[in-house]
């Protein structure tokens, strides 16, 4: 009887430790528009996060090396300090980096297609329970868009942040799984986001009258009634800098601004948060009293509680009633 309650135990303990294992998650960083500084933090706040929690292990899928410096936009003459000659000095240094980087970026186009059908095929994808868009931009060139769509829809997580919805564009599977898109931005500024479900997982460590200051996204291409909302804005989040006239005709819109929601897509979750531009958001000591923090170390901490909660939604470790179309 002795051993066979042994046995018993033991097989207990052999299934509990099976359900204990960590989940394993696939964060992607690459980028082919533009490239937020605060990737790194990003990543190394990520791998703390799983590693403290005991919730997930990370492994990634970092940028490849040589990505070519765009030289941005065309000069413009400056009347008072400009002489013909000068300006015309100046297009033509600008014709010829914008030749060289248009070349070179050929190159480093076939470089990361090659890199993300090594990286990135289902094959060696599959295992993974979910994966994190941190601040993607741009046509990833995954080897198979849709089959990766497919794997969401089948019951893995998926996790953006920040321009995760300024990634594939043209491609509107990617843009319906997450449930909107980034339109564009104007300054930096501090808000105080609505909470629209202060119960939820995610976001009830959320205090109420938190204020964050980041680059806040203008999103489009979104429908109240197909994500739960979590932040949100019921007014523009610039609409002390916008001009008057802008001003009345952006109140007598009255439109809505999403910051972060989440959603079921087929059995698989989804979770999105648009904050996350700044260092200091993500990491509570990055240049820790610094005139450069522009957020304290418990805002910063309170985005690492909704990050970490909203990831364990998405890998199904924790359950959120997440009714669809809460935002009033």
């Not at 051993?3 to 964060?27: G, M, N």
């Not at 979910?130 to 046509?139: H, K, S």
């Not at 990831?311 to 809460?326: H, P």
Request: charged fraction near 25%.
């Amino acid at each position: 009887m002795i051993h066979r309650l042994t046995l018993l135990l033991a097989a207990t303990l052999l299934l509990s430790s099976a359900y204990a294992e960590p989940k394993k998650l696939l964060v992607v960083t690459v980028t082919t528009g533009f490239r937020h500084s605060s990737i790194e933090t990003a990543e190394k706040v990520l791998a703390e996060l799983g590693a403290k929690s005991g919730a997930f292990t990370v492994d990634y899928v970092h940028q490849p090396e040589g990505q070519p410096k765009n030289p941005g936009k065309p000069p413009v003459r400056d009347e008072k300090k400009d002489t013909h000659e000068s300006f015309k000095a100046k297009q033509e240094a600008y014709s010829k980096a914008l030749a060289e980087f248009n070349e070179a970026n050929k190159v480093w186009g076939d470089k990361i297609k090659a890199y993300m059908t090594e990286n990135m095929a289902l094959e060696k994808i599959k295992g993974y329970d979910g994966f994190v868009f941190a601040n993607t931009t741009g046509d990833l060139l995954l080897p198979d868009r849709e089959g990766f769509i497919d794997l969401i829809k089948g019951g893995k997580a998926f996790i953006a942040m920040h321009s995760g919805s300024d990634t594939y564009h043209p491609f509107r599977g990617y843009i319906e799984m997450l449930g909107g898109e980034f339109e564009t931005h104007k300054s930096q500024v501090e808000i105080q986001p609505i909470i629209h479900d202060p119960a939820h997982i995610i976001t009830k460590s959320v205090p109420m009258g938190w204020k964050v200051f980041d680059e806040i996204y203008i999103i489009k291409t979104f429908d109240k009634a197909k994500v739960h909302g979590l932040l949100g804005l019921n007014s523009h989040p610039n609409l002390a800098q916008i001009p008057e006239e802008e001003k009345k005709k952006e109140e007598d819109m009255k439109r809505y601004f999403p910051v972060s929601w989440c959603k079921e897509f087929g059995i698989g979750r989804v979770y999105y948060n648009s904050l996350g531009h700044r260092e200091d958001v993500w990491d509570p000591t990055w240049k820790a009293d610094s005139k450069e923090r522009k957020n304290s170390p418990e805002i910063a901490e309170t985005y690492q509680e909704m990050i970490l909660a909203g990831i364990k939604w998405a890998l199904k470790l924790d359950e959120a009633v997440s009714t669809l179309g809460n935002i009033p």
